[in-house]
């Protein structure tokens, strides 16, 4: 019974704090707290694409995958999505991580087309792979329209 509730109460610790402190920050470390990144993209298809930043998530290289937008913090992303008309010119959102800029991470983007039709696609795109991590705040997603061709 009591290496029962060791476990629960450890189990606890482990998954206190907000999503994406859980994702590796660090909460009351020294220095600047908080990352402001830009996640820019254009669409040169004829088709309208969205971001779905709601649906899309940010992880450290030592930590779990955390959402984007988060509607119960104060330190993601202020809009659900990205919109991209169909031959559209960039677009850009911004979002202020919990964690400092100089953490490596990677970034995973639910995208969404609607077609002529009105039938969807979606698919997932990482930035900048997905086995790789960035510090840059700075995201350029390119054309993506070429996704969905």
Not at 7 to 19: D, V
Not at 20 to 29: D, I, P, S, T
Not at 120 to 126: E, H, K, R
Not at 135 to 145: A, N, R, T, Y
């Amino acid at each position: 019974m009591l290496r029962t509730v060791w476990i629960a109460l450890a189990a606890g610790l482990l998954i206190s704090g907000t999503p994406l402190q859980r994702a590796g920050g660090r909460a009351g470390a020294s220095g600047p707290a908080g990352c402001q990144v830009s996640i820019k993209a254009q669409n040169t298809s004829g088709k309208q694409i969205s971001i779905m930043l709601d649906e899309s998530q940010v992880r450290l290289k030592t930590g779990t995958w955390s959402n984007l937008y988060f509607s119960g913090g104060n330190k993601q992303c202020t809009a659900k999505m990205i919109r991209l008309a169909a031959h559209a010119a960039y677009e850009s959102q911004g979002c202020e991580l919990d964690f400092d800029c100089d953490w490596p991470r990677r970034y995973r983007f639910r995208l969404q087309c609607v077609h002529e039709t009105g039938a969807q696609a979606q698919l997932t795109v990482y930035y900048p792979s997905e086995t790789a991590f960035t510090e840059v705040p700075s995201i350029d997603l390119g054309d993506v329209g070429r996704h969905f061709r």
